[in-house]
Nanobody, 115 residues
């Protein structure tokens, strides 16, 4: 099993930055993909960014150029650097990992952007 714990959320003014962390523990060997998703109140969960096992990165159009996903293999931690935050980025952010074809989710961290 893989346990994912997010941290780094909080309240920030529009235009500001936050860095989210996703610490993986347990049976982490073989995690191939990390993703970040978010869910705003009364909206469906949406994919935000992803990183493959070859370190290729992918972004939703809404965050491209503002968010950066990265991974520290030694620390078994994934990150989401969020810059130029907008009120529309307010949501609970979830870390998601895939190992052996099985998905694992974190509990989420709240990001609130005030305008």
């Amino acid at each position: 099993q893989v346990r994912l714990v997010e941290s780094g959320g909080g309240l920030v003014q529009a235009g500001g930055s936050l860095r989210l962390s996703c610490a993986a523990s347990g049976s982490t060997f073989g995690i191939t993909v990390f993703n970040w998703y978010r869910q705003a109140p009364q909206k469906q969960r949406e994919w935000v960014a992803g990183m493959s096992s070859s370190s290729s990165t992918f972004y939703a159009d809404s965050v491209k150029g503002r968010f950066t996903i990265s991974r520290d293999h030694a620390k078994n931690t994934a990150y989401l650097q969020m810059n130029s935050l907008e009120s529309e980025d307010t949501a609970t952010y979830y870390c998601h990992a895939i190992k052996g074809g099985s998905p694992f989710w974190g509990q989420g961290t709240q990001v609130t952007v005030s305008s």
